[in-house]
């Protein structure tokens, strides 16, 4: 009895040494159908992030707002509606400087210089107490009872600071449109 294996024909071997074109070609446009439908997720990805990332940004720089006329004091002048008129406004840019370097003297608000990312308008109006809609119990404002800037300080008891941040027209990217975040507050006597 021989216990000497056989080997294969060498022709068995070379037939299954690898794919074969029409298998790679198979393969391949399988792989390729794939990665196309995957690619608008990652383009919708891209496009909500930054969508994001802008809402972020007018939220802080309105809230930062927010913040500065909470702490001033309530007959302040920046917290002052003109005489005559039913609002205060202020405006304001936001200007993105040399993304290259940190600390840039062209960034920040008002500074003339630089690229204009965002407007942002503070809006101040001013109320007595019987302007809270006690019909409603949620202390809405009633509109028709704004008091008009000259008003004797014993008759303005809230003022109500609305911060509008906008996207500026040079900022727009090719994912979206102008961004808007309105953001208000009542500051009370």
Known sequence: MDLS????PRRRLLA????????????SALLLIIALGIVPLFA???RENATGSDYTQATNGGRSR????????????????PSGETEGEIEQQWAQGDTDKIGEDDEGWDTGTGTILWNRTTFTRQYSM??????RSDYTLDVGERQEG???ATFVHL??????????????????GRRTVVLRV???Y
């Open 5 to 8: 294996m056989s080997a294969p």
């Open 16 to 27: 299954d040494a690898g794919f074969s074109i029409l298998e790679v070609l198979v393969a």
């Open 44 to 46: 919708r990805s891209i």
């Open 66 to 81: 927010l913040e500065e006329a909470k702490q001033l004091p309530f007959n302040s002048l920046t917290l002052e509606v």
């Open 130 to 135: 019987g302007a809270l809609d006690k019909q």
């Open 150 to 152: 000259g008003t004797q």
């Open 159 to 176: 003022k109500e600071v609305e911060v509008v941040m906008e996207q500026s027209d040079r900022s727009l990217d090719l994912f979206g």
């Open 186 to 188: 009542l500051k009370p």
